[in-house]
């Protein structure tokens, strides 16, 4: 069954510290990968994606996440977190097909404390 | 910036009672898509419309829900004999589909549906 994993529920951090969640999904011959951020009582927006081409992807407030296809993974880094990060994270793939639905994981909070 | 709008944002209902959102996509998006998303849980898929055609139904979706698109613009969800099970944050997402590729998935706020 196509599925995303995410074994960190939540994840309590020192600010300026660096944070790594992580991301498993079912493997498959073609994936393409997203990880979403949900700020407090807003919507799902997204972080940033893979679609092909290099594996590591970047967001334009710092965070980073590599693609790894051996190890079916896509784990979200940043090396110094804010404050202003705290917020629920969703990774997510999409297997492609007629329907391009997103599967989403169980979501990781990152709490990060002064 | 007009984003995807949902609307209630908030329901209260008793068991029993029919409830219906509604989700306003984000215009010339073609794609159109419902989730739901319980405490501690990712969004769960539920069903897409390709304009005004429903082309996908998740088992999550009773005969108790019904999803339109009529005009391929704005869409409804409706639940009947709402349950207490049925209480969650039910999300709306469009996206522009062409040829294929993937395009980015923008969602809603939400609509907080609670069924004492």
């Known amino acids: 069954a196509q599925s995303v994993t995410q074994l960190d529920s939540q994840v309590p951090v020192f600010e300026e510290a660096p944070v790594e969640l992580r991301c498993n999904y079912s493997?498959?011959?073609?994936?393409?990968l997203f990880w979403y951020v949900q700020y407090p009582n807003q919507g799902l927006q997204l972080l940033l994606k893979y679609l092909s081409g290099s594996t590591l992807v970047e967001s334009i407030n710092g965070f980073e996440a590599e693609f790894n296809k051996s190890q079916t993974s896509f784990h979200l880094r940043k090396p110094s977190v804010h404050i202003s990060d705290t917020a629920e994270y969703f990774c997510?793939?999409?297997?492609?097909?007629?329907?391009?639905?997103?599967?989403f994981g169980t979501g990781t909070l990152l709490a990060v404390q002064p | 910036d007009t984003g995807v709008s949902q609307n209630p944002r908030h329901k209260i209902t008793k068991r029993g009672q029919n409830v219906t959102f509604r989700c306003d996509p984000i215009s010339e998006h073609n794609r159109l898509y419902w989730y739901r998303q319980t405490l501690g849980q990712g969004p769960e898929f539920l069903t897409y419309?390709?304009?005004?055609?429903?082309?996908?139904k998740s088992r999550l979706l009773s005969d108790r829900f019904s999803a339109e698109r009529p005009k391929g613009s704005f869409s409804t969800l409706e639940i009947q004999r709402t349950e207490q099970g049925d209480s969650a944050m039910y999300l709306c997402?469009?996206?522009?589909?062409?040829?294929?590729?993937?395009?980015?998935?923008?969602f809603g706020e939400g609509s907080r549906l609670t069924v004492l």
């Open positions: 493997s498959s011959v073609s994936v393409y």
């Open positions: 419309f390709q304009n005004e055609a429903q082309l996908e």
């Open positions: 997510a793939v999409s297997y492609g097909g007629a329907t391009n639905k997103l599967i």
């Open positions: 997402a469009s996206r522009r589909e062409t040829g294929g590729a993937i395009g980015e998935l923008f």
